[in-house]
Each structure stands twice: as C-alpha cells, then as structure tokens.
C-alpha cells in the first residue's frame, strides 16, 4: 500500500470524496443534514440516495475498527494501528478498494425491503459478483472480489426486512483488493484495468491538470484555491437523466441540482481554463426553456422544475462569459446564446408584467433567488430594484450581441429599451437614497434592512454617480469582518442560520463586488473582495456563512461559493501582477 498523497487534504465530514463525472460520492451525509457514523456510497441518480454503508473491521474480532480517515483528491484511507483501507476511482462508476490488517463490510444502508423501496441483495454466477439492485436510485451496484475472500455474506436473495451485506478480508489478515460499480442493468464481468496504485496517479494527474488549468495564478496568496478547484471538479458529473451536458452540481451532499442561478458563477470561475465546460454549464439549463421562454428553477438527473424561476442574471453573466474566453465563440453560438436570452428576456416583459405596468415583478422570493430576504415580508408578488437591474443589463448584452451578428435594428431598439427601462426604475423606485420594493397588487412601496434592496448596484457605470454612492454607503453598514450580511445585523429580523436573513452569501457579494468596480468603487470592492477570500480560506466553501463567526452553514461542500472563491482570487491575483 504504497500510494503517495497529492493535491489538498479536506475532511469528508464537509467536502464528499469523489471524481470528475461520477454520480456518486464516498460521504456520512446521508440525506440533508443528516451525518451517519460510517461513510456511504452516496449516489445521486434519481435523487440523493444513501445505497451502501462501508465499515473497515478488525480481522481479529470482527468487530468495527476504530480509524481516521484521510483524504487528498485522488485517494480516501481508512487508517488505524493494526492496518488500513484505501479507496480511489478507477473511472467514474466504479471505485476500487483495497486492504490490509484491517476488513471491510459492504452493506445495504437500508435493512427494509419492501416491493417499492429498498435494496436486494444476490449473488450474480453469471459474473461471480455480488450485486446490490436499489430501488431509490433504479441501478445496481456490483461487488468483485479482485484479490482476497469474502469472509461472510447476510441476506442474500432475503426479502423483508434484514441485514445484506458481505465481508471482506485477505487470508490471515493480510492483502485483499475489491471493485465496486454502479450499473445500469448488466456488463461483463469486472477485470481490472490497471494496478491500484496506478489509478490513484492517474486520478491525482487528472485534478492536478484541472487545477493547473482553472487556477495557473495561483500563489501562496490564494492558499484555497486548489481545495476549491477539488470541490468544483469533485462536483461535476458526466451527462445522465434530464442532464443532457457534462454538468457541475451545486453539490454532491444534498443541494445536488443545478439551479438556474447558480450555474453562472460555475461557468465563469471555468471559463478561462476549460471553455467547454464553462459553456456547457451556462447552456445546460436553456436546454430546457419552455415555450414561454422562462428558465426552470432546476435541473437534475431525474427532475425539471418549473414552480419557480431564478433572476435574470444571464446577461450579466453572459458578458463576464464572453470577456473571460481564451478564443472568441462562433458566429453559431452567438446566435443560439442571442435567441436564448431575447426569449428569457421577453418571458419577463410579457408574463411577469401586469397590464399597463413598465416593471417586471418577482412572484415569490424564491423568484430572485433570495427565497425568504425580508424584502418579501410585506407581500411576494413585489416590483423589485434588483430584478430591473438585471433586465437592463441583459438588454444591454443583446444589443451588444445584436452589433456582433450585425443586426443593425436590434442594436437600436435593446439599447433604446434598456435606457428606458433604466430611467423608468429611477423614476419608480428611487427616493433619492435608496431603491424601494412596491406590492404589484395594492402600489404600496416600502424599504427593507436586505441587502437585496442594495444589489442594482450591479448596474456599475450605467448608474449616475449620487446613485451609485449613495448605494456604497449602504452597502459598508452591511460589511462584518467576514462578508457582507444579507440582512443588516442590527436589524430585529436577523438570523444567524436565517438563510436570506442575514448569512453572507457568495452570489450577492459577486454580484456587488463586481457593481462597485465597474462604477468606480475600487476600494469598497477590494476590501468585500479580500473578506469573502479570507472567510472561504479560513472556513471552506458552505453554501452560506454566520456573518458575525464566519461559521459555515448548510450545505458545506457548495460549488459556486468555490467558484466564487476562484473568480476574486484570480482577479486579485492579476491585479497585483500575479
């Protein structure tokens, strides 16, 4: 057992053990927050679904074995005084496990059985293999014993409810060697492709060419960004289901879709190093506009949602995505990404306007992303600052497409829009201090302590000057040593773990960061920028953080806080000649 370690170590506690491509992990997460005491093959076809339980054992008692385990990018260890179990990927369905001093049990995680639930467990003779089928995630996960014997089976070919499982060990405690595949049906027997310690490089070659190629400025000065690079490329699975591109996750613990907001920061964080990539993450969910030309709220392995949507951020994105290409896109995908945007434009002039009304409304905070900000207390059918910022911006991006496709007219008429629209949001909403939020129903306006009402700074140098200021101003109540909270922590309404509440957020400080620049907020942008990188350096990439400990919360493995964490980190870098 002679693998050497490369790239960062990370605890499986917060980040999953997994591989470019594959559609399950190696994790105690189980369900959403939930951590059991062994690790899991955690799959995430047809939902996230807890399907084995691993657990080393003590060759002498058979018992559990008391370990730690480590893990770097391409290698998991179960470590302990008497031996140890090593994991890695030999491809993206199929890992290989390997002991020594030490057994290992593979089991059903789920002892109930039921006609429509469960797992079964057999032994296949056609393959000499021993198969686990799972009802959750409708595959099957086979066991090969390459070296080694099985020491012990339970509740093969068992219905009902009881333990299924087999143990593993090598003769007189000494070397056995497993493979473990998730399948869809059936395929030839298992051979092994290369020697353990030949997949573990290739798999450490694999990140380590990753890394190199979405974050080559890294520096002493950026000390996460190969750990966040991991959690993008851990994250990303190959196409599958209703995933029709190679798609990064918001997560492979339980915020496992890909949210119509979300996939923007994964693209431009990729954008430079692996252009493909990064466009298929910003094309994947307009593969499923619907004929309104509305985005769905998400798009995983086995589910499209269309309940809700997420803010029109795309033109913005669109040309971040554009500037950060190493070789321009074809006049084809110009095309397909200018039809794309005109029709998710158009769904928020035409379905989300009311009659007679010049803005477009959010039905619900989910709508903008920012699902329970206090902005949305008084009602949720609301006109808001942030959502017409983002339309100005779009129209502002076709225009600009429309002059590369050389459509004379367009140019005109999305620029003309986008001026009109612009004035028509300082007419309405604008006091002369800040942006108000008004009911679509009744026209009552009113003000919040969000910091949603604080975002159309992401107009940048579009905004008049005592606007943009006066935005800045607001925004520095908002800063703690660690980000900006989402909702001012003086405020009665703030929550520490409140979600929208008041927890610092990766989206909303890239999206103010970048408005503070473009409008000549240098400073302020520096010093929110330096903040986030040290909150992620010191605390990891949660899907959100305490504003005032800097804890993470939720979902700790999320990849566009990690995104976000590169984006600041190689623009920091740069600017300081890096």
């Keep these: 057992m002679t693998a050497a370690r490369s790239g960062p170590a990370f605890s499986v506690h917060d980040i999953p ?148 499982g087999l143990v593993v060990t090598g003769e007189a405690g000494g070397a056995w060697e497993i493979a473990i595949e998730e399948l869809d049906t059936a395929r030839p027997p298992y051979t092994a492709s290369a020697a353990f310690d030949a997949i573990v490089e290739a798999v450490q070659s694999s990140f380590a060419d990753f890394v190199d190629r979405v974050a ?24 599958a289901g209703l995933v029709t591109r190679p798609a990064v996750l918001m997560s492979k613990h339980w915020m496992d879709k890909v949210w119509s907001w979300d996939h923007c920061f994964n693209a431009l964080a990729l954008a430079s190093g692996c252009p493909e990539l990064a466009w298929d993450q910003f094309a994947l969910p307009f593969d499923h506009q619907d004929d309104s030309g509305a985005l769905p709220d998400s798009v995983t392995h086995s589910e499209v949602l269309y309940n809700f949507v997420k803010p029109p951020i795309h033109g913005w994105a669109f ?113 002369g201090d800040r942006f108000v939020a008004r009911s679509v129903v009744t026209g009552d306006t009113w003000s919040s302590s969000s910091l949603l009402d604080l975002v159309p700074i992401v107009l940048g140098e579009h905004l008049p000057a005592d606007v943009s200021s006066a935005l800045a101003d607001h925004i520095k109540a908002h800063l703690t040593p660690y980000g900006l909270a989402t909702e001012l922590a003086a405020s009665p309404h703030y929550l520490a773990d409140g979600y929208w509440r008041g927890p610092i957020w990766a989206p909303a400080t890239i999206l103010i960061e970048d408005g503070l620049r473009r409008a000549g907020h240098h400073r302020l942008a520096d010093d929110l920028s330096a903040r986030f990188r040290a909150l992620c350096e010191t605390h990891g990439f949660a899907e959100n953080f305490d504003a005032l400990t800097g804890t993470g919360l939720r979902d700790r493995a999320y990849t566009w806080t990690a995104s976000s964490y590169l984006l600041l980190a190689e623009a920091h870098a740069h600017r300081n000649g890096h």
């Design 216 to 239: 080559p400025w890294r520096s002493s000065a950026t000390p996460a960004a190969e750990l966040a690079a991991y959690v993008v490329w851990s994250a990303t699975v190959r196409p």
């Design 17 to 164: 053990f997994s591989t470019h491509g594959s559609w399950f992990g190696i994790s105690p997460v189980v369900a959403e927050k939930t951590y059991a005491d062994d690790l899991h093959l955690v799959s995430h076809q047809n939902g996230m679904h807890a399907v084995l339980r691993l657990v080393p054992l003590d060759t002498a008692t058979g018992d559990r074995a008391e370990t730690r385990v480590e893990a770097t990018p391409g290698l998991l260890s179960w470590i302990s005084e008497g031996g140890q179990v090593d994991l890695a990927y030999e491809s993206a369905d199929t890992v290989r496990l390997r002991g020594s001093g030490l057994g290992m049990s593979v089991s059903a995680a789920a002892q109930a059985l039921t006609p429509f639930s469960g797992t079964y467990f057999f032994h296949d003779p056609a393959t000499d293999a021993h198969v686990f089928t799972s009802y959750e995630t409708g595959r099957r996960y086979r066991v090969t014993v390459v070296s080694g014997t099985v020491a012990d089976t339970a509740g093969a070919q068992a219905l009902g409810s009881t333990d299924r």
């Design 319 to 431: 040309g971040h995505l554009r500037r950060r290409l190493r070789t321009p896109l074809s006049r084809a995908e110009l095309t397909e990404a200018y039809e794309r945007l005109e029709r998710w434009t158009d769904f928020w002039l035409t379905a989300r306007r009311a009659p007679g009304a010049a803005l477009a409304h959010y039905q619900h905070g989910n709508d903008s992303g920012w699902d329970n900000a206090t902005t949305f207390d008084p009602e949720r059918v609301v006109v808001t600052a942030d959502l017409t910022a983002f339309l100005v911006l779009q129209m502002h991006e076709l225009a600009d497409l429309a002059r590369q496709l050389l459509k004379a007219d367009e140019v005109r008429r999305w620029t003309r829009a986008a001026e009109e629209l612009q004035a028509t949001l300082l007419g309405q909403l604008w006091t």
